[in-house]
């Protein structure tokens, strides 16, 4: 059974840093890209950042680029997520995700990606 769980969500004030750490079990995500959405409440799920497999693609969403770095293990099955410079509109639910890509290619919907772990609270005060 494949399973995603991430961790390191929490309550920060802005200006403030996080790291999001997800852990992939089940099957070797080694040629997987690996990334992270994110849901505000009454809000779409929305791309902030992936990896491909081999780490030579990295897109951002432009409202994270300079303060969020991602990167992953694959011997570990893990991807982590860096957040730093926190503002307010960062609060949301942060998923981490999975999904089969060879190549350099790197999905930017939701709809693309095969798994979904089950989300953690980041909420970030004014």
């Known amino acids: 059974q494949v399973q995603l769980v991430e961790s390191g969500g929490g309550l920060v004030q802005a200006g403030g840093s996080l790291r999001l750490s997800c852990v992939a079990s089940?099957?070797?995500?080694?040629?997987?890209?690996m990334g992270w959405f994110r849901q505000a409440p009454g809000k779409e799920r929305e791309f902030v950042a992936a990896?491909?497999?081999?780490?030579?693609?990295?897109p951002y969403a432009d409202s994270v680029k300079g303060r969020f770095t991602i990167s992953r293990d694959n011997a570990k099955n893990t991807v982590n997520l860096q957040m730093n410079s926190l503002k307010p509109e960062d609060t949301a639910v942060y998923y981490c995700?999975?999904?089969?890509?060879?190549?350099?290619?790197?999905?930017?919907?939701?709809?693309?990606?095969?798994?979904w772990g089950q989300g953690t609270q980041v909420t970030v005060s004014s």
């Open positions: 995700t999975a999904g089969y890509y060879n190549g350099i290619y790197v999905a930017l919907l939701a709809k693309d990606y095969d798994y």
């Open positions: 089940g099957r070797t995500f080694s040629r997987y890209v």
């Open positions: 990896m491909s497999w081999r780490g030579d693609n990295t």
